[in-house]
């Protein structure tokens, strides 16, 4: 049980108030990453997952039945689950998907600013090992063991300094991510290639046109995004 102790002492550390300089140098990295094709490649598989998972846990939260998240050879993903394939169940399990990274970014943001940076890493890997139940494929396997193992390691060894920066990092690539993967899909469908998009099937479900819900994942993704911004760069302290 002792290992028990240890692992809540050091999800529960304090740390100092994280640096204005510490905050807008991760901010920058975490955006060249985003920006940059190649690295972003890699980041959305993250981003991915956490997309997934938001599916997920709200399909269980209605009640719905779930049996697995498999990644394709593109880095896209689907959620499996078992149920009414109408009603407001549904809609909730498809409008949660892109608005999650970002809201988790935001929780990730307002660890950071109450001087928590451990329980951030903590929390992401407790998400990790609910997802890893449920995913299905050696991709979707082989994306969470990238996302865990480093984490894993920083969260047991590194320094506070090194905490620090490793969750404002993931903090803003989440928060500054979200707001791409909605841009992407925008652009999917100028170009006809997203009929089974979340948006799209909402729109079929609903009646109401996908582009308002495209608009309305790109207003959750922003707002979450300056807030959590504001929040890292100690704007409300």
Known sequence: ??????????????????????????????????VWRPSWRVWRAALVLAHEGGHGLVATVVGRRLRGIRMHPDASAVTVSVGPARGLGVVAVLLAGYP????????????????????????????LALLAVQVRGWRAVGALAATALPTAAVTWWASATVLQVVAALLAWGLLLGAPRGVAELARSRRRGRSSGSDADQLGRLTGVPAVVWVSLFALVTAGAAAWGGSLLLGVRR
Do not use: C, K, N
């Not at 028990?4 to 990453?33: C, D, H, K, Q, S």
């Not at 988790?104 to 929390?123: I, K, Q, T």
């Open 100 to 127: 999650a990274p970002a809201l988790v970014g935001l929780g990730a943001a307002a660890l950071l600013a109450a001087g928590r940076p451990a329980a951030v890493l903590w929390a992401v890997l407790l998400a």
């Open 1 to 34: 049980m002792s290992w028990l102790f240890e692992v809540w002492a050091r999800a529960t550390a304090l740390a100092p108030p994280l640096p204005l300089a510490t905050a807008v140098a991760t901010g920058i990295i975490a955006l060249a990453v985003v």
